[in-house]
């Protein structure tokens, strides 16, 4: 069964960046578009990024301009890096893939905590 791996999480004061790498364990045909959540106590799971095949990107509005998602479809990989953090970013991110057939994979979730 296919796995996405993340990493980079951390705790980082208020201004500072983190960079969140997501890996897949096996190679995923067909991949439509790669993007990053994240969900703080108490909150919903929001969309923060996402990257279509063909490149196009989306951010929240919260973080435009701070944060930038690139991926690398040969390698099944997304990054996102999280400059000029505040501490509302505080959260555990979660990667994400989705298919061409709909099929939605997830990663374990990394957490990243911002102090202030």
């Known amino acids: 069964q296919v796995r996405l791996v993340e990493s980079g999480g951390g705790l980082v004061q208020a201004g500072g960046s983190l960079r969140l790498s997501c890996a897949a364990s096996?190679?995923?045909?067909?991949?439509?578009?790669m993007g990053w959540f994240r969900q703080a106590p108490g909150k919903q799971r929001e969309l923060v990024a996402q990257?279509?095949?063909?490149?196009?990107?989306n951010y929240a509005d919260s973080v435009k301009g701070r944060f930038t998602i690139s991926g690398d479809n040969a390698k099944n990989a997304v990054y996102l890096q999280m400059n000029s953090l505040k501490p509302e970013d505080t959260a555990v991110y979660y990667c994400?893939?989705?298919?061409?057939?709909?099929?939605?994979?997830w990663g374990q979730g990394a957490q990243v905590t911002v102090s202030s």
């Open positions: 096996e190679r995923i045909f067909s991949i439509n578009a």
């Open positions: 994400n893939f989705g298919d061409l057939l709909d099929r939605q994979y």
């Open positions: 990257i279509t095949r063909r490149g196009s990107t």
